[in-house]
């Protein structure tokens, strides 16, 4: 089992930042940050393996979001940047993460953060 928290969300105007982070009681390979927007679907973020510090990006992210880690604390973070209203989503820390067939999947999910972009 691994128990995830989610905290730094908020609102914020656009071209503002966040930072969010994530403490996970335990690391795991890979973990990532979704997010569901309103009337959406969940979608992928950003997505890091711990032991090699590889990261991935969605396409709608690179260049404004970072995603990184603290292995000594167990914490995983998004460094969100000039961000835009189409960024407002529930944002959802993952781990254990892996292909499922065709579909990326996570084993463990926190409760999700709010994080809302007013223009």
């Known amino acids: 089992q691994v128990q995830l928290m989610e905290s730094g969300g908020g609102s914020v105007q656009a071209g503002g930042a966040l930072r969010l982070s994530c403490v996970a009681s335990?690391?795991?390979?890979?973990m990532g940050w979704f997010r569901r927007a309103p009337g959406k679907e969940r979608d992928q973020v950003a997505r890091l393996w711990t032991s090699s510090g590889a990261t991935v990006y969605a396409d709608s992210v690179k260049g404004r979001f970072t995603i990184s880690r603290d292995n000594a604390k167990n914490t995983l973070y998004l460094q969100m940047n000039m961000l835009k209203p189409e960024d407002t989503a529930i944002y959802y820390c993952?781990?254990?993460?892996?292909?499922?067939?065709?579909?990326?999947?996570?084993?463990?999910w926190g409760q999700g953060i709010q994080v809302t972009v007013s223009s």
């Open positions: 335990r690391s795991t390979n890979c």
């Open positions: 993952a781990a254990d993460c892996r292909w499922v067939g065709s579909r990326f999947d996570c084993g463990y």
